[in-house]
């Protein structure tokens, strides 16, 4: 009797536990089709299509590489794929059960094989194939059979790859395959058996981990900028956004055994003052007062997660150092202090003297170290600029993937005497101008922007404001698409059920159009190394469309920029100059490597020797950076003011010269330099 009463007893209690986190994800599920429907800027109704979109997501969001579920078990998933309207219609919340269970099993399932496999032998003879297929291209595996083939071929193809990353000889492989293959192959089985731990082990469990994929769907349909955070998630994005938030200043990552090392201790930090971690040093464990995580089978991710907490402001250390003693190190959180510029001005000198300032992101004067925005950084150093006298500015805004709006706007106003610099547009509320804030402009002459297919948001927010007043010639590729602003915003102002990332308003240019999905074209186009590749905001699922809207307020713009001949003059160029060549060569090597089907070559040690060799070769001559021969690479110097300030950071000094070598080595920044003394000539 008393164990039928404690079994009974156990699963009424796990039932209601579950019933319990179901009532919690519903209330969570209720609460984003809430918030999507009262503040996105565009929300979709959640219908028969709908669903069928969400479904595709969420099964995304829980496999996304397609090595986890075979296509028996989306067929048996499939049931939802039109009825999630129906079910939060009702309120029913059960449905999430089965894609936990699923998970769950299919994990154990390929736990069980992957152990068995330690006892079995595999298959080198070059009978089995290989073939490499684009991501885009990847399908479920049919069934469990078939899915247990494919880790087969999977660990076979790592012990080889590893005994060649250890031996490049391959008839010393040969030789001693049969004795180094059995540690091997166990090597690599423990490190797929630890990735699915980290499945497993995601912070909440994995009920709340496939919760939270179903979340991110629902979000998701309405734009791929929107998201689900938890609160964990919430502060380590807004950390990422901060370059001042409170941080132990230790970067990680994984080595090639698993293990978790450190990859950098940044300057000025609680690390870096402490002087006892050390790059390459292999974390353990950390710890608080409270509690513990070990450092095994749990992805980086989760370790950040640990550190990132609120509560957890001071934490102990456990270090394997290279010697292999274990130290503990306790650290303090606390604001990384820097004293220097973010941004740093330099003058080409070529016939005429030119600027040029690379610009990261648009930060704000609460995000920088400084205490000062991207405007105030680029004000101070385009005045030492100004004092040596530059006939031009390059502002390169490549891979700057945004940041403030409002630092955008402020950045335009130097650069124009006054007038609407973009118009904001929300879900419910009219049209709003966004203008340049001050009368005057802060520099008058030449000015030209470098873009590529990364410049996205607020980078293509000021150069489609200064291509509109025609203020500024773009150069480089098309931009990456994205003109909508997001918030962060609480599911409930009465309960912790997480937040949403969502995408409350869309900014377009003074004249009424939008950039949305479309990008920012150049005046003058250059080669990329990205050209053609589907990476851009309009290649995301469910991205806004590119529209218009009405404006209140007129620009005045510039007289029209001649660029006609500019452009005859830069692809004369172009085609002549060996790095762009390279470029555009390099391009099609790129493409052809990730987004087309290579030809089946043998599961054998020689055959994957020779494609790991020619795939190598390929890589290193495609990012093998076409520097500018001596004789003609560019001449660049500090302003005087900085090579004063350098006299007294040895550190910063070394960082420097990299940074003046990079960019006379940039072909880019070269053809720029051309373009601008063709434009000033051409209007002499």
Aim: a positive charge; charged letters at 25%.
């Amino acid at each position: 009797m008393i164990n039928k009463f404690l079994i009974l007893t156990l699963y009424f209690c796990t039932l209601f536990s579950f019933s319990q986190d179901n009532a919690n994800f519903c209330e969570q599920v209720q609460a984003i089709q809430t918030l999507v429907k009262t503040k996105h800027y565009a929300p979709k109704k959640l219908n028969d299509s709908t669903s069928k979109a969400v479904f595709n997501l969420f099964i995304k969001q829980l496999d996304e590489n397609k090595n986890i579920f075979t296509q028996q078990d989306i067929e048996s998933l499939k049931i939802d794929r039109y009825q999630y309207d129906n079910y939060i219609a009702d309120q029913n919340c059960s449905f999430i059960t089965k894609y936990f269970t699923v998970l769950n099993d299919r994990i154990s399932s390929i736990k069980t094989h992957l152990e068995a496999l330690k006892s079995q032998d595999l298959d080198y003879s070059g009978k089995l194939t290989l073939q490499y297929v684009p991501k885009a291209d990847h399908s479920f595996y049919k069934d469990e059979a078939e899915l247990n083939k494919r880790y087969k071929k999977k660990i076979a193809y790592k012990v080889i790859i590893k005994l060649l990353e250890n031996e490049t000889d391959i008839e010393t492989i040969s030789k001693q395959f049969t004795t180094l293959e059995p540690k091997v192959k166990l090597n690599i089985i423990e490190k797929e058996l630890c990735l699915l731990e980290e499945i497993l082990n995601k912070q909440g469990g994995l009920k709340r981990f496939v919760e939270e994929s179903f979340l991110n769907a629902l979000v998701k349909i309405n734009d791929p900028n929107s998201t689900f955070f938890n609160n964990t998630e919430k502060i380590e994005y807004t950390n990422l956004l901060s370059k001042h938030q409170l941080s132990f200043g230790l970067l990680t990552n994984k080595n090639n055994n698993g293990e978790v090392v450190i990859q950098y201790v940044i300057p000025g930090s609680s690390a870096f003052k402490n002087g006892a971690i050390e790059k390459g040093d292999i974390l353990k464990a950390i710890a608080t007062p409270l509690s513990r995580l070990e450092i095994a089978c749990i992805s980086k991710q989760d370790i950040q997660s640990f550190l990132n907490k609120e509560d957890h402001k001071v934490v102990t250390f456990s270090i394997q150092k290279k010697n292999g003693s274990i130290q503990d190190i306790t650290l303090t959180k606390s604001k990384i202090q820097v004293d220097d510029n973010v941004i740093r001005g330099y003058i080409i000198n070529a016939d005429l003297p030119y600027g040029y300032i690379k610009v990261p992101s648009f930060y704000t004067n609460k995000e920088s170290p400084n205490g000062r925005g991207l405007t105030a950084d680029i004000a101070k150093e385009l005045y030492k600029l100004q004092r040596e006298n530059i006939q031009g500015l390059i502002l390169d805004l490549r891979f700057n993937g945004g940041g403030s709006l409002g630092e955008a706007i402020n950045l335009s106003g130097m650069f124009i005497d006054r007038g609407p610099i973009s118009i904001i547009k929300s879900k419910s509320e009219a049209n709003f101008t966004l203008r340049d804030p001050k009368r005057g402009s802060f520099y008058k002459k030449p000015l030209l922007i470098l873009v590529n297919d990364y410049s996205a948001s607020a980078s293509e927010l000021f150069s489609t404001a200064m291509q509109d007043y025609n203020r500024a010639i773009i150069v480089g590729s098309k931009t990456y698409g994205k003109s909508s602003v997001q918030r962060i915003i609480p599911l409930s102002d009465t309960k912790d059920l997480g937040y949403s990332k969502l995408t409350i308003e869309a900014f377009y240019r003074v004249t009424g159009k939008s950039h949305q999905s479309i990008g920012v074209i150049p005046d003058i186009i250059l080669p990329s190394l990205y050209d053609n590749f589907k990476s851009s905001e309009k290649d995301k699922l469910y991205a806004l469309k590119n529209d218009s809207t009405t404006i209140t307020f007129k620009h005045k713009a510039l007289p029209k920029l001649n660029l006609e001949t500019l452009i005859k003059q830069s692809k004369i160029r172009i085609d002549s100059t060996q790095e762009f060549t390279t470029i555009t060569t390099a391009n099609k090597k790129l493409y052809k490597l990730l987004f087309e089907e290579d030809n089946p070559y043998p599961l054998a040690l020689k055959a994957i020797a020779k494609k790991r060799k020619e795939r190598g070769q390929t890589m290193d001559s495609i990012f093998e950076t076409p520097k500018i021969t001596k004789t003609n690479r560019l001449t660049i110097n500090n302003t005087k003011s900085t090579q004063e300030l350098l006299k007294y950071n040895a550190e910063d000094k070394t960082q420097n010269n990299k940074n003046i070598e990079n960019i006379a080595n940039d072909a880019y920044i070269k053809e720029a330099q051309y373009i601008l003394t063709d434009y000033i000539n051409s209007n002499q």
